[in-house]
């Protein structure tokens, strides 16, 4: 029996066709659903248009795919969980597209995630996961058994451009303003990582799977093949990665062998997220997964 997943973020759809456990087709295009509107709590009418033309796309896909209307999964993230028309949104897309989508709490996607990452890789140590959304960031701190704590901040990449991002390059002021941001609303991630000591990063997907792709073009001259879902980053790697990225304005981001235009801006502020969670949390050893919250809603579907 095919099924279809869908992942409905704040800057990307994602859609996913498989078979059991057989991944059968992917794809992921941009609808920047919280463009516009996310800082003021409503998914705008142009995002409300963006979300319809990716979904009507994709109900072809699926159609295509053979797979019936039913056995379609449709999850919404952190926009959409936030947006005060959010019932005018779902009903306009299962009107326009027969999908019927299902809004998940921060606490059900951060598990979702961890489930998915636990499908790339074993997990033998206290670590922790980071997943950077456009809208939310979820941490797991957890290992193969168990997840010790986790929790979903609404501080995604598409907020922390709305409030910071206001020159490209972006500012030294606006990092040390984003460092003291991240200082007082990730809190409870400190008092947690405080308790559970995790000292290895695992970034689940979005800006981390770019990271590795520059990583690759630059050592390799090309990107990774496409069944590699879980990598060793080292960090002086992230920090190459970091100085390439921080001082450049957006065309010269795109010339960076590895870039995608998905990513090219958003990529600023999740990096300046990434360097502050390594230097203020004592992590010592970087991981990287391909698969997130899709593929948790696949392991999800087969259990």
Sequence with gaps: MRTAIIDLGTNTFHLMIVEGSEILFKTSIPAKIGMGGISKGVISEEGI????????????????????????????????????????????VLDETGIKIQVISGEEEAELISLGVKQAMKIPETSMIMDIGGGSVEFIICNDEKIFWKQSFEIGGQRLMDKFMK?????????????????????????????????????SSGSFDTLIDM??????????????????????AFYWAYDELIFKNHPERMQIPGMIELRVDMIVVAICMIRFIIQTLDIQRIRVSSYALKEGVMAKILS
């Design 167 to 203: 020159s490209d390059p972006i500012s030294m002021r606006s990092v040390q303003m984003m460092d003291d941001f991240f200082r007082e609303n990730l809190l409870p991630l400190a008092n947690a990582c405080h308790q559970y000591a995790p000292k290895v990063l695992i970034g």
């Design 215 to 236: 990583q690759y073009m630059k050592e390799n001259g090309q990107l990774p093949a496409s069944d590699e879902i879980a990598f060793e980053y080292s960090l002086p």
């Design 49 to 92: 248009q963006r979300a319809l033309g990716v979904l009507r796309s994709f109900r072809e896909i699926i159609d295509t795919q053979s797979v019936s209307i039913e056995k379609v999964f449709a999850t919404g993230t952190s926009a959409i969980r936030n947006a005060g028309n959010q019932e005018v949104f779902i009903q306009r």
